[in-house]
């Protein structure tokens, strides 16, 4: 039975510190200035042989109804909903403020457990304040410190209390291994990635059906990488929605700096990345650049050119100017799917969803040995690497040794004096031959063995 804890506070007092401490990864941004968090994120939590879910939530503030802070709030109120009992945090070195007293009642009202936590109790000077939590009404305050990992054993032995009694192993179902069948099922690890302000977190609003994430018309709403659990039509999605990323140049703030690289590991750890462009802006140098890296990364790519209900004309023909564009733009993913969306309005959603499983399942593609050598016999006879210093390249034959993405190793002589061009030559022969569109290729060079290497010359 799973049970979970949503982690609540003022901003600022080390809720998403205590968050990184209980799922054991640095995966809550954290930083001195107030308010980081926005959107609430969850993760798989443990503490000590105690097994929950735990969510980050943004700190809780007045605002204006409509506004950024407000809808933050909301999104705290949620996940307090969603929640079996609730952490309470304040910030033991400054004591209690106005602001703790009125959101420990919004707590009492949410007629959930709460346990009182004193965050920042390391040293003389956390007592005082600790000792002040007490006129809140919800118990006697747990003295931990997060950032340090003490007090982590008094926290345990409050939240055994409310945690319900684990099954008996014996009587537990034992999981069978995943045949292939299932293994094709799970969840699709996708990122969604672009430049600020692209409207990636309405597009998966849409697909979630509810304003599961933060939006506004600021650019930078969106700082964490937040994952979502979405069924599209019966098949799973694990969905990241990321930071907005600039070029380097303009990225000043450390807190802006944590975001991008937090954005950059959800790159690394989805298997598909859906690269979102501004239909008004599209092609930017920022789009190269990250496209690149998507590149570089190995992931499966898809390209959504988000705002389309916003474009005057929309027919067969601006799908085929950008089909060229982005083939022009993009060599080094020649044939990448692109999809014309709406976030807003949801044009265009079916279409991408699909294309995304297209993707994932040409990046997990595997060519079987005879018919990638057949096709690398005439490849190399329709066009035969060049000679470099008056010899000849030898090209024995190639092999793929795995997929995600589809990797290869090429067998030939001289592998450090074939050049980058006749590689490029190959790959999108490949592509087009084994029908790999926008896959990203791994072909590696490794020199075979020469079986008379170790004989030594007979003296003359």
Not at 121 to 144: N, R, V, W
Not at 321 to 327: E, G, I, M, Q
Not at 444 to 457: G, Q, S
Request: hydrophobic residues 40%; glycine residues 8%; charged residues 30%.
């Amino acid at each position: 039975m799973s049970f979970t804890i949503a982690i609540i506070g003022r901003p600022n007092v080390g809720k998403s510190t205590l968050f990184n401490r209980l799922v054991g990864q640095k995966l809550a941004l954290v930083d001195d200035l107030p308010g980081v968090t926005r959107d609430r994120r969850e993760g798989e939590a443990r503490l000590g042989d105690l097994e929950f879910t735990i969510i980050d939530t943004a700190g809780l503030d007045e605002g204006a109804k409509g506004s950024l802070t407000a809808r933050m709030q909301e999104q705290t109120e949620a996940a307090i909903a969603q929640a079996d009992a609730l952490f309470f945090v304040i910030d033991a070195r400054i004591g209690l403020t106005p602001t703790d007293r009125a959101f420990a009642d919004f707590a009492r009202r949410a007629n959930k457990p709460v346990l009182l936590v004193a965050n920042k109790s390391e040293g003389k000077h956390g007592d005082a304040g600790a000792m002040e939590s007490f006129a809140l009404g919800l118990g006697d305050p747990i003295q931990i410190s997060a950032e340090h990992g003490e007090g982590m054993g008094e926290l345990y032995d409050e939240l055994a209390k409310l945690m319900p009694e684990p099954v008996d192993e014996d009587e537990a179902e034992v999981d069978e291994p995943l045949t292939e069948e299932e293994a094709a099922t799970r969840p699709i690890r996708v990122a969604i990635v672009g430049r600020p302000n692209a409207g990636k977190s309405t597009m998966i609003n849409y697909l979630l059906g509810e304003e599961r994430l933060l939006t506004s018309p600021e650019a930078g709403t969106t700082r964490d990488s937040i994952a979502v659990e979405i069924d599209w039509k019966g098949r799973e999605f694990r969905v990241f929605d990321t930071a907005g990323l600039r070029r380097r140049s303009r990225i000043e703030e450390k807190l802006e700096k944590l975001s991008v690289a937090d954005a950059l590991r959800a790159v690394r750890f989805a298997e598909v990345v859906v690269m979102m462009m501004d239909s008004q802006n599209r092609f930017e140098e920022q789009d190269l650049r990250i496209a690149d890296l998507i590149e570089r990364e190995g992931r499966a790519m898809v390209l959504a050119v988000n705002k389309w209900d916003l474009m005057e004309t929309k027919g067969g023909g601006a799908i085929s100017s950008l089909r060229r564009d982005a083939d022009h733009w993009l060599p080094q993913v020649k044939g990448v799917p692109i999809v014309a969306v709406s976030g807003l309005m949801g044009e265009g959603i079916d279409r991408l969803m699909q294309a995304i499983q297209d993707a994932y399942a040409l990046w997990n593609r595997r060519v079987s040995t005879s018919a990638l050598n057949r096709w690398f016999e005439q490849a190399v006879q329709a066009n035969p690497p060049p000679a470099v210093s008056g010899r000849r390249l030898k090209l024995n034959y190639i092999t793929q040794t795995k997929a995600r993405p589809p990797s290869f190793v090429l067998f030939c002589s001289r592998a450090d004096a074939v050049p980058q061009s006749y590689l490029r030559y190959l790959t999108n022969s490949m592509r087009e031959t084994f029908e790999l569109p926008g896959t990203p290729v791994r072909i590696t060079l490794r020199e075979k063995a020469n079986p008379f290497a170790h004989k030594r010359k007979r003296p003359s």
